[in-house]
Nanobody, 126 residues
Framework: QVQLVESGGGLVQAGDSLRLSCAFSGRTFSSYAMGWFRQAPGKQREVVAAINWSGSRTYYADSVKGRFTISRDNPMKTMYLQMNSLIVEDTDVYYC???????????????????WGQGTQVTVSS
Protein backbone atom coordinates (compact mmCIF):
# COMPACT_ATOMS: atom_id res chain seq x y z
CA GLN A 1 0.00 0.00 0.00
CA VAL A 2 1.24 3.48 -0.87
CA GLN A 3 1.42 6.17 1.78
CA LEU A 4 2.36 9.80 1.20
CA VAL A 5 3.41 12.23 3.92
CA GLU A 6 3.89 15.93 3.22
CA SER A 7 6.08 18.21 5.30
CA GLY A 8 7.61 21.65 5.12
CA GLY A 9 4.57 23.88 5.30
CA GLY A 10 4.36 26.86 7.59
CA LEU A 11 3.74 30.57 8.01
CA VAL A 12 5.93 32.89 5.97
CA GLN A 13 5.87 36.44 4.69
CA ALA A 14 5.27 37.46 1.11
CA GLY A 15 8.47 37.14 -0.88
CA ASP A 16 9.83 34.31 1.25
CA SER A 17 10.55 30.74 0.16
CA LEU A 18 9.48 27.32 1.38
CA ARG A 19 10.33 23.79 0.30
CA LEU A 20 7.69 21.12 0.63
CA SER A 21 8.61 17.45 0.74
CA CYS A 22 6.50 14.40 0.04
CA ALA A 23 7.81 11.13 1.44
CA PHE A 24 6.60 8.02 -0.38
CA SER A 25 6.34 4.63 1.25
CA GLY A 26 5.42 1.56 -0.71
CA ARG A 27 6.96 -0.35 -3.51
CA THR A 28 8.62 1.22 -6.53
CA PHE A 29 8.51 5.02 -6.33
CA SER A 30 9.74 5.30 -9.90
CA SER A 31 6.58 3.52 -11.10
CA TYR A 32 4.52 6.54 -10.09
CA ALA A 33 3.90 9.90 -11.64
CA MET A 34 3.55 12.53 -8.93
CA GLY A 35 1.85 15.83 -8.45
CA TRP A 36 1.33 18.73 -6.06
CA PHE A 37 -2.14 20.16 -5.60
CA ARG A 38 -3.60 22.83 -3.38
CA GLN A 39 -7.02 23.56 -2.02
CA ALA A 40 -8.62 26.40 -0.12
CA PRO A 41 -11.78 25.92 1.99
CA GLY A 42 -14.85 25.75 -0.22
CA LYS A 43 -12.84 25.59 -3.40
CA GLN A 44 -11.89 22.79 -5.76
CA ARG A 45 -8.52 21.14 -5.52
CA GLU A 46 -6.24 22.51 -8.23
CA VAL A 47 -2.97 21.37 -9.67
CA VAL A 48 0.18 23.24 -8.77
CA ALA A 49 2.76 21.09 -10.55
CA ALA A 50 3.22 17.56 -11.86
CA ILE A 51 6.19 15.39 -12.73
CA ASN A 52 6.73 12.16 -14.62
CA TRP A 53 8.40 9.08 -13.20
CA SER A 54 11.96 10.13 -14.04
CA GLY A 55 11.68 13.84 -13.45
CA SER A 56 12.41 14.64 -17.08
CA ARG A 57 8.97 16.10 -17.76
CA THR A 58 7.19 18.65 -15.61
CA TYR A 59 4.02 20.69 -15.69
CA TYR A 60 3.19 23.92 -13.85
CA ALA A 61 0.03 25.87 -13.33
CA ASP A 62 0.30 29.32 -14.90
CA SER A 63 -0.03 30.94 -11.48
CA VAL A 64 3.23 29.39 -10.24
CA LYS A 65 5.40 29.26 -13.38
CA GLY A 66 8.78 30.81 -12.78
CA ARG A 67 8.34 30.75 -8.99
CA PHE A 68 7.86 27.07 -8.10
CA THR A 69 9.99 24.06 -9.03
CA ILE A 70 8.92 20.44 -8.74
CA SER A 71 11.52 17.71 -8.48
CA ARG A 72 11.95 14.17 -7.27
CA ASP A 73 14.66 11.94 -5.86
CA ASN A 74 13.77 8.37 -6.79
CA PRO A 75 16.39 6.59 -4.64
CA MET A 76 15.19 8.64 -1.66
CA LYS A 77 11.51 8.12 -2.59
CA THR A 78 10.81 11.80 -2.10
CA MET A 79 9.25 14.55 -4.17
CA TYR A 80 9.83 18.24 -3.57
CA LEU A 81 8.19 21.56 -4.32
CA GLN A 82 10.50 24.55 -4.05
CA MET A 83 8.35 27.64 -3.69
CA ASN A 84 10.01 31.01 -4.16
CA SER A 85 8.63 34.56 -4.21
CA LEU A 86 5.56 33.45 -2.32
CA ILE A 87 2.49 35.64 -2.49
CA VAL A 88 -0.59 35.82 -0.29
CA GLU A 89 -2.60 34.01 -2.95
CA ASP A 90 -0.41 30.93 -2.46
CA THR A 91 -2.01 30.38 0.94
CA ASP A 92 -3.65 26.94 0.85
CA VAL A 93 -3.39 23.38 2.02
CA TYR A 94 -0.91 21.61 -0.25
CA TYR A 95 -1.31 17.93 -1.09
CA CYS A 96 0.96 15.50 -2.85
CA UNK A 97 -0.49 12.77 -5.01
CA UNK A 98 0.73 9.61 -6.76
CA UNK A 99 -0.47 7.69 -9.76
CA UNK A 100 0.76 4.29 -10.90
CA UNK A 101 1.82 4.65 -14.52
CA UNK A 102 2.88 2.58 -17.49
CA UNK A 103 4.38 5.33 -19.60
CA UNK A 104 6.27 8.57 -19.47
CA UNK A 105 3.48 11.02 -18.81
CA UNK A 106 2.42 13.37 -16.05
CA UNK A 107 -1.11 14.11 -14.93
CA UNK A 108 -2.71 17.34 -13.81
CA UNK A 109 -6.27 16.58 -12.74
CA UNK A 110 -7.11 15.23 -9.28
CA UNK A 111 -9.24 12.39 -10.63
CA UNK A 112 -6.21 10.89 -12.35
CA UNK A 113 -4.41 10.20 -9.08
CA UNK A 114 -4.76 7.10 -6.94
CA UNK A 115 -3.09 8.14 -3.67
CA TRP A 116 -3.05 11.32 -1.61
CA GLY A 117 -1.22 12.68 1.38
CA GLN A 118 -2.90 14.36 4.33
CA GLY A 119 -1.87 17.86 3.31
CA THR A 120 0.34 20.57 4.76
CA GLN A 121 -0.74 24.14 5.41
CA VAL A 122 1.09 27.00 3.71
CA THR A 123 0.19 30.48 4.91
CA VAL A 124 1.70 33.58 3.34
CA SER A 125 1.19 36.86 5.15
CA SER A 126 1.48 40.30 3.58
Amino acid sequence: QVQLVESGGGLVQAGDSLRLSCAFSGRTFSSYAMGWFRQAPGKQREVVAAINWSGSRTYYADSVKGRFTISRDNPMKTMYLQMNSLIVEDTDVYYCAARLIYGDGYYYTPDEYNYWGQGTQVTVSS
